[in-house]
C-alpha cells in the first residue's frame, strides 16, 4: 500500500503497478482517482468596464484553482448584500444606477463544497446633468426692483459648479 498526500484538490491520477520476477514483468492495468473537491481559491476581484453615469459592465475571470466544478458565480452589492448576477458567465450589464455615486461589489465562486468571496471592487459612477430644479421664486421689492432666488436641485447628480440666471422678458 501507498499513500500518496499533499495532492491538489480535484485533480486527476492514474496508477499502475507492476509486479515483476526474474522472469520479466506483469502488463500494468492502471487505475484513474480524482481526488475530492474543495472551496475555490485565488477568487478574483470583479473588473469595471464602459462606465457610465446610470450603467456600468462588471467583469471577471476564473478563481486561479476552482477546485472543482464551478457551479455559478455570484455577484453581490457590499452595501446591502443584494445579489446582482447568480449564474454562469464571465461579465453583468448593471443599469439604474445612481448618477455621482458610490457602489462597491464583490464575486463569490461556488462549486459543490460552498462559495468562496474574492475581494471589492468599488466605483464611483460619473457625473450627469442635475434633475429635479425647481422654478426661481420672484418676490417684489420695489416697483422697480424684483428679488429671484431659487433652491438646489433635488438631484444634483454631481457637484454644481454655479447657476445661471436667465432673464426671459
Known sequence: AYTDSQLPPYTTYAYSVLACTGAGC????????????????????????????????????????????????????????????????FSAQLNGLQPFTNYSFYLSVCNSIGCTPGGTTSVQTPEAPPQGLAPPTARNLSSTSLAVSWQAPSSPNGFITGYTLQVLN
Not at 492495468?29 to 450603467?55: A, F, M, R
Open 26 to 89: 506483469t502488463h500494468p492495468s492502471s487505475v484513474l482517482n480524482t481526488t475530492l473537491e474543495s472551496l475555490p481559491q485565488g477568487v478574483p476581484s470583479p473588473g469595471i468596464s464602459n462606465l457610465l453615469p446610470t450603467s456600468v459592465l462588471i467583469t471577471w475571470m476564473d478563481p486561479i484553482a476552482p477546485n472543482g466544478l464551478i457551479l455559478s458565480y455570484v455577484l453581490t452589492l457590499t452595501t446591502n448584500g443584494t445579489v446582482l448576477f447568480n449564474g454562469i458567465g
